[in-house]
């Protein structure tokens, strides 16, 4: 898929995977609409890419605010790509406690409702507009991507509500490209392993001296760019569609 002239909606994209994406979209020509909710963050990246990048404050959670970001999307050019890889808060503990005591439905609730629900509202959103879109050569209308987890096939403890969504957005990927496919909508998920973002909040050495020597091989924690090239990589193949691809150099959690 050729982006140039094209637009592209980055959800999450002030963050680290989502920034390292839209610096590679912007790279293959496509104008980047930076979809999240941390002002400063995306502001500066508006601001440091300039001409074809533009953000907005935008809630995954609301249909309005995803419907205000798919529109400002499609003011930039033509709306082929979606990319959702926003991040949110976890439980971060067992659901039972050694007191017994178990974290309060509210909890799950919020977690599925951001990683999955919040996922859902912006592929059914842009998938929508993307229909609306002329078909090029190869009869494509657009593919959206979405992030799920290695935690949706094999999680840790103290990530039930966190593997829920992500298993969700895991089984979603194959029956939403079923379902678009009369549209000529792809849809991917990339279910990344250890990587080092900005939320492990602290230095990318100290990280990767304590993870980096559990992943089988290369022996280190991710780059977020590699989650980049290789969403990059979907938009250009149309071959890829309704699968999950692990990026995770082998790592399985284990207990």
């Known amino acids: ?11 999450g994209g002030a963050g680290g995977f989502g920034e390292a994406t839209v610096r590679r979209l912007v790279q293959a020509g496509a104008a980047v609409l930076v979809a999240d909710l941390s002002e400063d963050k995306g502001r500066a990246l508006e601001a440091e ?3 074809g990048v533009r953000f ?3 809630d995954v959670t609301s249909e309005e605010s995803v419907a205000a970001a798919v529109a400002a999307a499609q003011e930039l050019g033509t709306l082929r790509v979606a990319v959702v890889v926003h991040g949110g808060p ?13 974290y309060p439905l509210e909890t799950f609730k919020r977690t599925t409702d951001i990683f999955l629900g919040g996922t859902y509202n912006v592929l059914a959103q842009a998938a929508a507009a993307m229909t609306r879109n002329e078909p090029l050569e190869s009869g494509q209308r657009g593919v959206v991507i979405m992030t799920a987890s290695i ?23 194959l029956a939403a490209a079923r379902d678009l496919a009369p ?3 792809r849809v ?31 022996k280190r924690m991710g780059h977020v760019d590699e989650y980049a090239r290789l969403a990059l990589h979907i938009v250009d ?7 999950v691809i692990r990026v995770d150099g082998a790592v399985r959690f284990n207990v």
């Open 49 to 51: 890419l300039g001409d």
């Open 237 to 243: 193949n149309d071959y890829l569609n309704g699968e």
């Open 151 to 173: 935690a949706g096939f094999e999680s840790q403890v103290g990530q039930t509500d966190y593997a829920a969504a992500k298993g969700g957005v895991i089984s979603l990927t």
């Open 188 to 218: 991917m998920t990339i279910a990344p392993g250890t990587f080092f973002t900005p939320a492990f909040r602290m230095k990318e050495e100290d990280a990767q001296a304590k993870w980096g020597p559990g992943v089988p091989n290369p």
């Open 56 to 58: 907005l404050a935008t």
């Open 1 to 11: 898929m050729n982006l140039e002239g094209a637009s592209a909606l980055v959800v």
């Open 90 to 102: 976890a439980a971060g503990r067992r659901m039972v406690n050694r007191n017994g005591e178990f």
């Open 183 to 185: 549209t000529g909508v």
